[in-house]
């Protein structure tokens, strides 16, 4: 059964680059796109972008020119660079895989337990 | 820019059956949106209820359920539960790659 975990810094100051990674087990990273997505404290969630495990990748145009995902099949694992953060940014980010390998992806299961990330001067 | 709208509340009654529904601010939803929802207690990661407007994933009673009604994607729980209470989401496919999940639905069964 596959599972996913979120590891990063858990506080970071404004202007900071946000880095987090999602490390996949139980199954390989190959095939399905990669995705993560976030929820503010009280809020909804927002997906961020994914990436297919070839490397493409699409993001939310609201957040595209500050994001970067990525994947790095050797470690089964795939990242995410948020850059320039504000508050704005404080949330739980969760990573998450498509429920289908091929198209269409169905949707987004299974997930991470999801990290905090706390932006604060 | 297109908005994925759902009822911000509803209640239900133990046992009583209902349905949430997910919109758009402008057009109809379809298959082609491929409409997912995801249930969220406090605390907890979502959980995969329906993809693909009405396949239920792996563990999901058959009290959930997917569907359309009228030019909304839907969700029905029947036979409602006290811990059925949660926030439900719903997920839609926009083409060009981009996802977008509607505002949840907190719902109280009461």
């Known amino acids: 059964q596959v599972q996913l975990q979120e590891s990063g810094p858990g506080l970071m100051k404004p202007s900071e680059t946000l880095s987090l990674n999602c490390t996949v087990s139980?199954?390989?990273?190959?095939?399905?796109?990669w995705s993560w997505i976030r929820q503010p404290p009280g809020k909804g969630l927002e997906w961020i972008g994914y990436?297919?495990?070839?490397?493409?990748?699409t993001y939310n145009p609201s957040l595209k020119s500050r994001v970067t995902i990525s994947v790095d099949t050797s470690k089964n694992q795939f990242s995410l660079k948020l850059t320039s953060v504000t508050a704005a940014d404080t949330a739980v980010y969760y990573c998450?895989?498509?429920?289908?390998?091929?198209?269409?992806?169905?949707?987004?299961?299974?997930w991470g337990q999801g990290t905090l990330v706390t932006v604060s001067s | 820019q297109t908005v994925v709208t759902q009822e911000p509340s509803f209640s239900v009654s133990p046992g009583g059956t209902v349905t949430l529904t997910c919109g758009l601010n402008?057009?109809?939803?379809?298959?082609?949106?491929?409409p997912s929802w995801y249930q969220q207690t406090p605390g907890q990661a979502p959980r995969t209820l329906i993809y693909?407007?009405?396949t239920r994933s792996s563990g999901v009673p058959d009290r959930f359920s997917g569907s359309f009604l009228g030019n909304k994607a839907a969700l029905t729980i029947t036979g409602a539960q006290a811990d059925d209470e949660s926030d439900y989401y719903c997920?839609?496919?926009?083409?060009?790659?981009?996802?977008?999940f509607g505002g949840g639905t907190k719902l109280t069964v009461l």
């Open positions: 693909n407007t009405n």
């Open positions: 997920l839609l496919y926009m083409g060009s790659g981009i996802w977008v």
């Open positions: 990436i297919y495990s070839s490397g493409s990748t």
């Open positions: 402008s057009g109809s939803v379809s298959t082609s949106y491929f």
């Open positions: 998450a895989r498509t429920i289908n390998s091929a198209w269409p992806p169905g949707g987004f299961d299974p």
């Open positions: 139980g199954g390989s990273i190959s095939s399905y796109y």
